[in-house]
């Protein structure tokens, strides 16, 4: 029979602990979505790219990062690229590359499509006016593209909330990180994990429910 003393009040005696690996999580995260649009439009613009070369480099990377495991390319950072380039890399910053490049993967495929979704009589109206190839991309096809893209971005962003915490293995100080100094220095993990997937259902399911609402109204557009 199930006998388990429950003990909830270890929660609210060590939530400054627990809120501080919370916010390293939002912060984390937010930090991520930003590289990992710059990346995922470097990589999109690499796919479309008339040079071959470019466009299988951008093609290859994209294939190796998105067929992966992120744990395993997180670990790839942390361990190998101090080795390979001789640079004290901590695990804060190999969280943060880690996630963005394999955001980047991903987050390239919806600019890819909202690229190519923007009509292309705008663009030869915009040649016809004067502007150049680099004038066009970025003040008629990029903004446009974003725009139908936002919902994706919004999207990926729930997903890496959720992705940091593998921050836990490299001992980066989020809320699951947290979660596991706690519980090993109080034997309680049913109670603290508990709260810590309350807390990130908490988070993002709101921000999913908010997309799909989103997503239905420009389609409704």
Not at 84 to 94: E, K, P, Q, R, T
């Amino acid at each position: 029979m199930f006998s388990y003393s429950f003990r909830w009040d270890i929660i609210p005696t060590n939530f400054n602990f627990l809120l501080s690996g919370l916010q390293n999580t939002l912060i984390l995260s937010a930090a991520t979505l930003v590289l990992a649009m710059l990346g995922g439009l470097l990589i999109a613009t690499l796919d479309m790219s008339r040079f071959r070369p470019l466009r299988w480099l951008g093609l290859g990377v994209g294939e190796i990062i998105r067929n992966t495991p992120i744990l395993v390319q997180l670990l790839w950072v942390y361990y190998v690229l101090p080795i390979v380039f001789g640079i004290n890399l901590s695990a804060y910053a190999a969280l943060l590359i880690g996630l963005s490049v394999y955001s980047s993967a991903f987050i390239s495929e919806s600019y890819r499509a909202g690229i190519q979704a923007v009509p292309k009589g705008q663009i030869e109206a915009a040649h016809v006016v004067g502007l150049s190839n680099v004038q066009t991309f970025f003040r008629i096809i990029l903004p446009q593209a974003i725009r139908m893209t936002l919902p994706a971005l919004a999207a990926n962003f729930v997903q890496l909330i959720k992705y940091s915490s593998l921050g836990s293995v490299i001992s980066v100080p989020e809320i699951t990180r947290r979660g596991m100094e706690l519980s090993s220095s109080t034997f309680r993990p049913l109670e603290i994990f508990t709260f810590i997937a309350v807390v990130y259902f908490c988070i993002c399911w709101p921000l999913a429910m908010a997309i799909r609402l989103w997503e239905r109204r420009l389609s409704n557009k």
